[in-house]
């Protein structure tokens, strides 16, 4: 059972860059897998920010690209995000996903984690 | 990318049937059959309910079913329960290689 776990701060300035890990558990990322991550904004509905397979093709969400970065450290099996130059409108909850055939949907969620756009 | 469009809410008696609706264009919902929805209950992250527009996620009561007509897909709820309380988004794969969600519908039991 893949179990996904976010973490990082909880409060951002704005224009720095944001920083998120998930870290995965029951599952080798490196075996296989869609993962990627969502977000909803606090009253508001989901986005969808990116996800990548792990043999290597990412799909972006365009409003978005410019300023994501995923990456995965298969030692830790973590997948971490980055979103740069980060405003008050980046503020939401981020979720973990994954799913075992598709970028589609997402089968595997993590309980979220709440970042706040603020000085 | 426009948003998908469910109403915002819903509401329905314990045993009652209602269903969601989830309207977009021949660019995603009418286009491909990879209409997914999810179930979020107050305060708790979405739970995938079905996907490919009329598949059952696994562990998914089969109350939830999902259909498609041209550029609409809806969600159905059978047989209602209190804890099926929620709010549910649609979502679909788009023409431009993206995903789009619906703003969501709250389902309330009367």
């Known amino acids: 059972q893949v179990q996904l776990q976010e973490s990082g701060p909880g409060l951002v300035k704005p224009s720095e860059t944001l920083s998120l890990i998930c870290a995965v558990s029951g599952y080798s990322i490196s075996s296989g897998k869609y993962w990627g991550w969502m977000r909803q904004p606090p009253g508001k509905g989901l986005e969808w920010i990116a996800t990548f397979y792990h043999s290597g093709s990412t799909y972006y969400n365009p409003s978005l690209k410019s300023r994501v970065a995923l990456s995965v450290d298969t030692s830790k099996n973590q997948l971490s995000l980055k979103l740069a130059s980060v405003t008050a409108a980046d503020t939401a909850v981020y979720y973990c996903?994954?799913?075992?055939?598709?970028?589609?949907?997402?089968?595997?969620w993590g309980q979220g984690t709440l970042v706040t756009v603020s000085s | 990318q426009s948003a998908l469009t469910q109403p915002a809410s819903v509401s329905g008696s314990p045993g009652q049937s209602i269903t969601i609706s989830c309207t977009g264009a021949s660019s995603d919902v009418g286009g491909y059959d990879y209409v997914s929805w999810y179930q979020q209950p107050p305060g708790k992250a979405p739970k995938l309910m079905i996907y490919g527009v009329n598949n059952r996620a696994s562990g998914v009561s089969d109350r939830f079913s999902g259909s498609k007509s041209g550029n609409t897909a809806s969600l159905t709820i059978s047989g209602l329960q209190a804890e099926d309380e929620a709010d549910y988004y649609c979502s679909s794969y788009t023409s431009s290689g993206t995903l789009v969600f619906g703003a969501g519908t709250k389902v309330t039991v009367l």
């Open positions: 996903t994954s799913d075992s055939n598709t970028w589609y949907w997402a089968y595997y």
